[in-house]
Nanobody, 114 residues
Framework: QVLLVESGGGLVQPGGSLKLSCAASGVIFSINAMGWYRQAPGKQRELITFITHTGSANYANSVKGRFTISRDNAKNTVYLQMNSLKPEDTAVYYC????????WGQGTQVTVSS
């Protein structure tokens, strides 16, 4: 059974940082490209960054230069380091493959507010 568990969210002031984690179980994690997605209130879920199984990363313009994705295949975990956070980064953050073939986890709430 595939299980994705996101963690690390919270309330942070503008300009602050958070590091999110997503642990996967029940899958062969290392062969999959993994993405971080987010869904803001009233908006559709969007892909903001992904990392290939070899470690190459790609970023949406909205987060480029501020967010860094990484992975630890030995721990079946993908990370998202978020710096210089803005109020518009407020959303629930999820991870999944690029084809979103795995069941979605519960996500982790990130709120950027003063």
């Amino acid at each position: 059974q595939v299980l994705l568990v996101e963690s690390g969210g919270g309330l942070v002031q503008p300009g602050g940082s958070l590091k999110l984690s997503c642990a996967a179980s029940g899958v062969i994690f290392s062969i999959n490209a993994m993405g971080w997605y987010r869904q803001a209130p009233g908006k559709q879920r969007e892909l903001i960054t992904f990392i290939t199984h070899t470690g190459s990363a790609n970023y949406a313009n909205s987060v480029k230069g501020r967010f860094t994705i990484s992975r630890d295949n030995a721990k079946n975990t993908v990370y998202l380091q978020m710096n210089s956070l803005k109020p518009e980064d407020t959303a629930v953050y999820y991870c999944n493959t690029l084809t979103t073939e795995w069941p979605w986890g519960q996500g982790t709430q990130v709120t950027v507010s003063s």
